[in-house]
């Protein structure tokens, strides 16, 4: 039996890898085998990283933030416009290029744990992205196998 300790010196190491990625940032799968269909990931995000607007339709999203400060941003669709679907799928590949425009700003929550801001229930269906204000660490759930 493998016990994982999730500690500053983990997440520091994490945060590492994250400012040397390209993306300014980097998960770290907490599946215990391959047989495991859950999503649980510990993510570290900097300052300048890009989560493109999403969804998860089948699944909602738990997110709970460890460290660090960020905003989850809420949009939905501009009255009377169509979209025809998801803007990017759940791997982050552009589906329709370009129909962001028809998405508006609706809300942000606020993750900060130090201000007692810990975390957010995303529900189906909700598009969503991040804003990134200090190094950040959340933990991610969602229902089901990744579909990349």
């Known amino acids: 039996m493998e016990i994982l300790e999730i500690n500053a010196p983990m997440l520091a190491a994490l945060h590492e890898k994250a400012a040397q990625s390209e993306r300014l940032r980097m998960n770290h799968d907490l599946r215990t085998s391959s047989e495991d269909t859950s999503q649980r990931m510990l993510n570290a995000l900097r300052p300048g990283t890009r989560v493109p607007v999403h969804r998860h339709l089948e699944t909602s999203e738990t997110t709970i933030c460890l460290e660090g400060c960020m905003d989850i941003v809420f949009y939905d669709l501009r009255p009377n416009e169509d979209c025809g679907g998801p803007i990017m799928n759940d791997s982050g590949t552009a589906i329709v290029p370009g129909m962001e425009a028809n998405l508006f700003e609706l809300r942000r929550v606020r993750l900060c744990p130090r201000e007692g801001h810990f975390g957010v229930q995303i529900p189906p269906g909700a598009?969503?992205?991040?804003?990134?204000?200090?190094?950040?660490?959340?933990?991610?759930?969602?229902?089901?196998?990744?579909?990349?």
Do not use: L, M, Q, R
């Open 127 to 148: 598009w969503h992205s991040v804003t990134v204000y200090e190094p950040s660490t959340i933990f991610e759930a969602k229902d089901g196998a990744y579909k990349g």
